[in-house]
């Protein structure tokens, strides 16, 4: 009968024997002294030299493997820690081997003093798994690659390479003997050259010294068509060397199918639909709706304040919030700038209008949640239909937009058939423009101004009308703002200019008295550099006083030009008195007064009507005194009461203008008033 020690010595010798057909060995490590020692054995008490192993100076364990990483695991069992796990590759051949320690006696300072270890040779097949996980996709081709000894060890191939060069591969070739083969033959003609300078052992001991990872995308011929690839490779040899790599590659031509796809339809700012993406889709929808047009009131504020980088950002919040809203079969996309664009798939205007209206509430949270600037949206809509164009229907879209940008009070414009004729009507008006002007059928009205001193006639501003063949007057608010989009607002000035000289001259010709009458002058004009001579030369030639003339010039053209004090000096060396027309409409601040560019402050309506309120009243005062203090003479316009006229009369406005005293008059009703 076999006694107790030997049946237990049975079992440690099963043990052990088992654990070595698994190919994993058990041994005992004394981290503090640096010795390993066979942890099932006869002797396992026996403290002999030739049961332990001295990592140290071992000269076996060094021929087999790194020893250095093999003592910082040693190292991490030393100070402490329950655990510890290091992966070995042999230095000959492709063994790995994986050396975990678990501790199991400390000191009293908490030191290990004994642990357990376990050696574990990985097979081929664990390998391979290892290595797609360190390349972090699937490729389908993955290789060993011993730099030391150079040379290439296939793990897996992909069909078409087992084809060509699965021979070569068998062979454990040379790294760069290999990838010369395999780029000479499959790469595509233009790459071969970068290919392989970008995979060269050179260039990727310099990638990896500041990465573990390198990978480059190229080009190559299979079957006739071009397909893309992507060739990664992982250094598994420690930071800053290279003695060991895994090289993986894949075909990526989906992914980079779908990266073009993404760079010719997905906007770069908003991440969402750029303008191609949403014509597509559009066209490809055979459902009616509205498509909308969007713009955002002064956007550049944005920019200008808080930085382009904001502005982006608030640019997506604008077009996440817009997809937000549209439903399943609606579109958004991003134009350009702040300019968007909608298509919902409703049949009921009421619907979108409704859809309208929840975007611009939805983005004055945007504002508030990003602290910039109110972020205020408006829009065009025009009718959709299958089949039509897409470009002609954002135009329209854009025509009826365009028709509110000036209005922060209005949301939404629609599209319409009166738009569609109001465009014909413009058309016509500017191929009839240089034609009625040399026929003479736009025509020169005045409009008196009176000194409220006085009641006597002190001035007048000339102002154009048009007349039709049909004797139908076109008023100004119609062709003034479409001449100044088309530049033919420079011609008109001039007719009008030379016009009113010329009535000036047959008056004084006539001994009928004679007052100044000013006329407008476009901001289209001052940006002309001979602006000025042209007219001096104008006046001359027809032989009238320059402050005969005087030059009316908008207060918001004047803020807008930055060269306007050099045409006022210009202006007033010629002899022409210059007024600062529509003051107080919306750009008036106290530095066009400082320009000292003007002879007279002419104020607007909108300043006028304050009269009868206290506040507007202190405000007028203060503004006529001011520019009484700086020699500028006032003009009130628009003044349509007795009442306003009193309260002008009592703070010394010098003249008014205004349906108070007569409406613009036709050239013989206004003569009736110089006899």
């Not at 490779?233 to 073009?260: C, T, W, Y």
């Not at 703002?481 to 000035?493: H, Q, S, T, V, Y």
């Amino acid at each position: 009968m076999s006694n107790r020690f030997d049946d237990e010595n049975n079992i440690e010798m099963d043990i052990k024997t088992a654990f070595a057909s698994w190919g994993k060995y058990v041994f005992k490590c004394f981290p503090q002294e640096c010795r390993l020692r066979s942890f099932l054995s006869e002797d396992s008490l026996d403290d002999s030299e030739e049961k332990n192993v001295d990592i140290i100076n071992n000269p076996f364990i060094d021929s087999m493997v790194d020893r250095n990483n093999l003592l910082k695991a040693v190292k991490q069992i030393a100070e402490g820690e329950k655990f510890a796990t290091v992966v070995l590759h042999a230095k000959e051949g492709t063994d790995t081997y994986r050396i975990s320690f678990k501790s199991i006696c400390f000191d009293d300072d908490g030191r290990t003093v004994e642990a357990i270890g376990l050696a574990e040779q990985l097979d081929e097949r664990l390998n391979e798994s290892e290595m797609v996980n360190a390349l972090g996709s699937n490729f389908n081709s993955i290789y060993y690659v011993d730099v030391d000894n150079n040379k290439m060890y296939p793990y897996r191939m992909n069909p078409s390479v087992r084809a060509m060069f699965g021979e070569v591969l068998e062979s454990k070739p040379g790294y760069n003997e290999m990838m010369e083969q395999y780029v000479n033959a499959i790469v595509l003609e233009e790459d071969k050259l970068h290919m392989l300078l970008e995979t060269s052992i050179n260039n990727l001991r310099r990638q990896f010294l500041i990465k573990d990872t390198y990978q480059h995308d190229y080009r190559i011929v299979r079957d006739g068509q071009v397909q893309y690839c992507r060739a990664k490779f992982v250094n598994v040899s420690g930071v800053g060397e290279l003695h060991k790599m895994i090289a993986g590659f894949s075909d990526i031509s989906p992914e980079k199918q779908r990266e073009l796809e993404r760079i010719a339809y997905v906007d770069a700012v908003t991440g969402g639909n750029n303008y191609e993406s949403f014509k597509k889709k559009l066209r490809d929808r055979n459902v009616s709706g509205y498509l909308i047009s969007m713009d955002i009131h002064s956007f550049k504020i944005v920019n200008s304040i808080c930085g382009v980088a904001k502005g982006d950002e608030a640019l997506r919040w604008i077009s996440e919030n817009i997809r937000g809203v549209v439903g399943y079969n609606d579109i958004s996309g991003h134009i350009n700038a702040d300019r968007f664009v909608i298509f919902f798939a409703d049949d009921k205007i009421n619907k979108v209008i409704r859809k309208i209206e929840t975007i611009n509430l939805q983005l004055i949270k945007v504002s508030e949640s990003l602290k910039i600037p109110k972020i205020q949206p408006y829009f065009g809509v025009t009718k959709w239909e299958p089949g039509k164009k897409v470009e002609e229907a954002y135009g329209e879209a854009n025509f009826a937009k365009n028709r509110i940008k000036e209005r922060k009070d209005v949301l939404y414009q629609i599209y319409s058939q009166a738009d569609t004729e109001r465009i014909v009507e413009e058309k016509q008006m500017e191929d009839n423009f240089y034609r009625d002007l040399n026929d003479n059928h736009f025509e020169i009205w005045y409009q008196p101004k009176y000194a409220p001193k006085t009641n006597k006639l002190v001035g007048a501003e000339g102002l154009v009308r048009w007349r039709r063949e049909n004797n139908e007057i076109i008023p100004p608010s119609k062709f003034i703002p479409l001449f100044e989009r088309n530049g033919m607002i420079k011609a008109l000035d001039e007719y009008v200019f030379r016009e009113v000289c010329t009535h000036q001259r047959r008056w004084l010709d006539e001994g009928k008295k004679i007052v100044p009458i000013s006329i407008n002058l476009s901001r289209a004009s001052l940006y002309f550099e001979s602006v000025v001579k042209r007219y001096h030369d104008i006046a001359r030639r027809i032989g009238i006083y320059t402050h005969l003339v005087p030059i009316e010039i908008t207060e918001s053209a004047a803020v807008d030009n930055d060269e306007i004090k050099s045409i006022a000096d210009k202006f007033h060396g010629n002899g022409f008195p210059l007024l600062v027309d529509d003051f107080g409409s919306g750009y008036s601040s106290l530095v066009t007064l400082n320009m000292k560019c003007f002879d007279t402050l002419k104020i607007d309506k909108s300043l006028i009507d304050y009269i009868g309120d206290s506040n507007g009243e202190r405000l007028l005062v203060h503004t006529i005194a001011l520019a009484k203090e700086l020699g500028i003479c006032v003009t009130a316009e628009g003044v349509e009461s007795q009442e306003q006229v009193e309260f002008l009369k009592n703070i010394d406005c010098d003249s008014i203008q205004g349906f108070y005293y007569s409406k613009p008059l036709p050239l013989t009703e206004y003569e009736m008033l110089l006899d």
